[in-house]
């Protein structure tokens, strides 16, 4: 669960900029049939099977349109729903409603989205002692909502964002001018609290980045016979990859790729004040 601070601090800006981008000035629907205030509810329905994440996030794009409003469930983040399922029920002011509906139910979609696929994902990996780690191929603007969903599905978070730890790409190696040299020149500039991870595509590149003195070395898109001597990672390979022996597995699948979960709102009406 997302505490309160955590939601002040990191995630309001983002929901007041996505409800912005939904109402410029006015919502005229929303205005045209509820001329006056008034209090309603609405019902939450599963129209699939997944992983539930994001219920808090679901209920503050209501909050920052009407204070008052309450989302009421049996449900928490990480818990399996089921088609057809009533999931919880909003209750509020109905303008606030209709207005934060599409925002509130697009950051749930996608949130249990992506801690389904998650879930599916180390469901693969349960018995191995392989990690698996998420990447920075997020939606833009989208980055904290993602990496919680994916450890609420069961996933660990690799780098948050680029201040976060040193990882040195292919293209950081070929501005260095060499594995040896971009090791050696993040030893010499970052803090000494940061570990050194570098990414490697041969055989040749692991060794010399064990002998330059590289703290993780994450192997690029090789294939199993090539890990187990020293790939785009599929939900099929995970297994396989496992069973090499490697610590951690890291998968952007699981943000850039992850179907969305289908939640609807459903049968708002007016509720006694």
Do not use: W
């Not at 040193?166 to 260095?176: E, F, S, T, Y």
């Amino acid at each position: 669960m997302l505490n309160g601070v955590t939601m002040k601090i990191n995630v309001d800006a983002y929901i007041l900029n996505t409800l912005k981008e939904d109402v410029t000035y006015e919502d005229v629907s929303a205005n045209a049939v509820m001329p006056e205030d008034k209090q309603g509810k609405a019902e939450l329905i599963c129209k699939g099977s997944g992983i539930i994440c994001g219920l808090d996030v679901f209920e503050r794009a209501f909050k920052l349109l009407d204070e008052n409003s309450r989302f009421e469930t049996d449900f928490k983040d990480g818990d399996r729903v089921e088609k057809g399922q009533l999931i919880g029920v909003i209750y509020g002011e109905i303008k606030a409603l209709l207005s934060a509906e599409r925002t509130a139910l697009n950051y749930l979609q996608r949130m249990s989205g992506i801690a389904t696929i998650t879930r599916e994902f180390s469901d693969e990996l349960e018995g191995y002692k392989t990690v698996l780690l998420d990447t920075r191929k997020t939606t833009p603007n989208m980055r904290p909502f993602e990496k919680y969903a994916v450890k609420i599905g069961g996933g660990t978070n690799h780098r948050y964002n680029l201040s976060d730890g040193v990882l040195l790409k292919d293209n950081h190696i070929g501005a260095a001018g060499s594995v040896k040299k971009a090791i050696e020149l993040a030893k010499a500039y970052a803090p000494f609290v940061r570990k050194i991870e570098i990414e490697t595509e041969t055989l040749e590149q692991v060794k010399e980045a064990v002998e330059a003195g590289a703290d993780i070395i994450m192997l690029d898109n090789m294939d199993n016979e090539t890990m187990k001597k020293g790939g785009n990672v599929t939900k099929e390979r995970l297994k396989s990859i496992a069973e090499t022996g490697v610590d951690f597995v890291s998968c952007g699948a699981l943000t850039h790729s992850a179907p969305i979960l289908d939640l609807s709102l459903k049968n708002l009406r007016p509720t006694e004040d």
